[in-house]
């Protein structure tokens, strides 16, 4: 027998290298760890700090400050992607700015300016300087003896205009153009000039008084004409109807009749400045507060960003004010915009042209500034169609025309991107056409159905049709009734293909090819033959009811429900892109986008090449009930009428 010793062999390492070892690779382990953790730290205080900028950019976009806006949002996308950012910076891209026309620095800056085809006029030391356009050739307007002009206005009656302007004399002049020589003496006060108002057909003029005093011009006429005292203590006066004065006194507010000069209204409260409202009664100012008072006693108040407001004046649909924080806010309908003018705000006047597309605005600097102001007649008119009843659709026809059915069934094509007035075209319940294209499908409350353009029906339903849907050429058409019928018929051969009848159909949309057709009912989506009406499969993933179906261009399915939640299905696989805070009731796609719009009037943006969330638009207010895509930009139109922008540039 063999008798063996069996060794294990010596390691080359002593145990005190072993241990150095170890406690070197956990000490690099350790300090991997500890950057790691402090990367991660880094990366949640810079999505922190992003989140945060973003939440600011939102507020000043709400206030309509939109240079503070696009500023904190491009801040806050330098520290991480932010969606909300982007959709800030997407609304302000679209948007039209006040741009300045010119600037002049005074010689003794202006108590008080107005502007108009004759130039903006100063009121200064010595009298009155008007400044033509673009800020040339200054002229001096001299009264005597020299003292602080307070108040000056334009008067036009038999294609002459006026400088009527009046100050620390109490005397009321006028000089009439175009040589602007010697003034012509109107009248003087016993006390102190509060305002002077101009009627809105710019051819009388009322001077009041700090102690109610009244003169009355008449352009033209060769002095003013007394008239019975009214209250004491006139802090301001503004001319708002043929018939109504406003003024603001010590203690209230009083609307007179300007014939009469007999109170109408009476309003308790100081107020500083006074303007007419653009829809109807009176803007005033009390305590940096903005309200409006109509003459059957309501009140309300006017969004502004708490600054101490130093001027306010209206024209047209606008009304503008402006504060000791150099910024001059307009708000015209539910638009408000903000502009820095860099200084205290002295005097602020509206364009006396028809059009008031321009604002002069003086400073404590002595800078007089012209701007040019955004065009925002688009989407006006469109919600004005809108009115009480709201919308229920909105499509693209072609790259001119919009084509918007009222919730009472009236429709309107728009040209120019809702800027003009519409055509209105007879009653439909329910509209469906191809974006882009002219062909339009109507079904009317009579239960019609046929082309816009045919004069014949298709069909007459017992019932209205609740959903419409059209293939892209045009050849086949789907609707639904509201006790769950689905029809779908060959407009080709003008025959049924299918007529069934399940649960309520909330959705219909043909795919691109055409050949497959998906029905949305309850929290199932259906997709059919298009040709046969067969079914190819049925999509159930979601947990509540699919409210909006819309197909990609590579044939992909975008569902979405009132839980928010949005789906991509690919044949019969299905994946959650993400879920938003509110039931979605719009949705349209383009080659690279994917948009869906909520109840609560927010736009989500998805990139369908990167598949991720790209932008955040929280519109607010009413529900969004159409997106539109075109070559540079996203149209979101809420119910109320409201059309807003967002670029994809």
């Not at 922190?48 to 900028?53: D, E, K, P, T, V």
Request: proline letters at 4%; charged letters at 20%; hydrophobic letters at 45%.
């Amino acid at each position: 027998m063999f008798l063996g010793v069996i060794t294990a062999p010596r390691s080359r390492f002593s145990p005190l290298l072993l241990l150095v070892l170890f406690v070197g690779c956990n000490e690099r382990s350790r300090q991997q760890a500890v950057a790691e953790s402090s990367e991660r730290k880094d990366g949640e205080t810079e999505r922190a700090r992003s989140n945060a900028l973003a939440e600011h950019a939102q507020a000043m976009l709400e206030l309509g400050d939109w240079a503070a806006a696009q500023a904190a949002a491009q801040e806050s996308l330098t520290h991480a992607p932010n969606s909300l950012a982007r959709g800030v910076s997407m609304q302000v891209g679209a948007q039209p700015l006040p741009a300045q026309r010119w600037s002049v620095v005074t010689p003794q800056g202006c108590v008080a300016i107005v502007y108009g085809a004759e130039g903006a006029a100063c009121a200064t030391l010595g009298g009155v300087d008007l400044y033509f356009q673009q800020g040339t050739a200054a002229r001096h307007l001299a009264a005597s003896p020299a003292g602080w002009q307070r108040q000056v206005r334009f008067v036009r009656a038999a294609d002459v205009s006026w400088v009527v302007a009046s100050g620390d004399d109490r005397v009321v002049r006028a000089w009439p153009a175009p040589q602007f020589k010697e003034p012509l003496t109107l009248g003087k006060h016993t006390s102190d000039v509060a305002a002077l108002a101009v009627s809105p057909k710019r051819d009388d003029l009322l001077s009041i008084g700090r102690e109610g005093d009244v003169l009355r011009w008449r352009a033209g006429e060769p002095a003013a004409s007394a008239r019975a005292l009214v209250a004491k203590g006139i802090l301001d006066a503004a001319w708002c109807t043929d018939s109504t004065l406003a003024l603001a006194t010590d203690e209230q507010l009083i609307l007179l009749d300007v014939g009469t000069l007999k109170e109408k209204a009476v309003h308790p409260g100081r107020a500083s400045r006074l303007a007419c409202a653009p829809e109807g009664g009176v803007l005033y100012a009390q305590d940096n507060r903005l309200k409006r008072w109509k003459e059957t006693g309501d009140v309300q108040d006017v969004p502004t960003n708490g600054a101490e407001l130093t001027a306010l004046t209206a024209s047209g649909a606008r009304s503008f004010w402006g504060d000791a924080r150099g910024q001059l806010i307009f708000r015209e309908a539910a638009h408000t915009f903000v502009t820095h003018v860099g200084a205290t705000v002295q005097a602020l006047a509206v364009s006396t042209f028809d059009l008031g597309d321009e604002f002069a605005v003086a400073t404590v600097d002595r800078q007089l500034q012209v701007w040019t102001l955004p065009k925002t007649s688009t989407g006006n008119a469109l919600k004005a169609f809108a009115g009480d009843e709201g919308l229920r659709q909105a499509f693209t026809l072609d790259n001119k025309t919009t084509l918007a059915l009222r919730r009472d069934g009236v429709a309107g094509f728009f040209e120019e991107g809702f800027a003009s007035p519409p055509r209105l075209a007879q009653q439909a319940l329910n509209i469906a056409l191809l974006a882009g294209t002219s062909n339009v499908l109507v079904a009317t409350p009579q239960g019609v159905v046929r082309p816009l353009d045919e004069t014949t029906a298709w069909v007459v339903e017992k019932s209205a049709p609740q959903t419409l849907a059209v293939s892209a050429d045009f050849t086949l058409a789907a609707w639904s009734l509201s006790d769950g019928t689905l029809v779908l018929w060959s407009a080709l051969f003008k025959k049924e293909i299918l007529r069934t009848r399940e649960e309520r159909v909330r959705g219909l949309a043909f795919s691109p090819s055409g050949r497959e057709l998906a029905v949305a009912r309850g929290k199932r989506v259906a997709v059919l033959d298009a040709q046969t009406g067969e079914s190819h499969r049925v999509l159930e993933e979601h947990a509540a009811d699919v409210q909006v179906i819309r197909w990609l261009p590579n044939g992909a399915l975008l569902t979405a429900s009132l839980d928010g939640h949005v789906r991509s299905w690919n044949k019969n696989e299905s994946r959650l892109l993400m879920t938003v805070p509110a039931a979605v009731t719009a949705a349209a796609t383009s080659s690279r986008w994917a948009a869906w719009g909520t109840r609560a009037g927010n736009v989500y943006l998805w990139d369908l090449e990167q598949q991720r969330l790209h932008a955040e638009a929280r519109l607010g207010g009413a529900r969004i009930i159409a997106l539109l895509f075109s070559a540079e930009k996203l149209t979101a139109v809420a119910q109320d009428g409201r059309v807003t922008a967002l670029t994809l540039r």
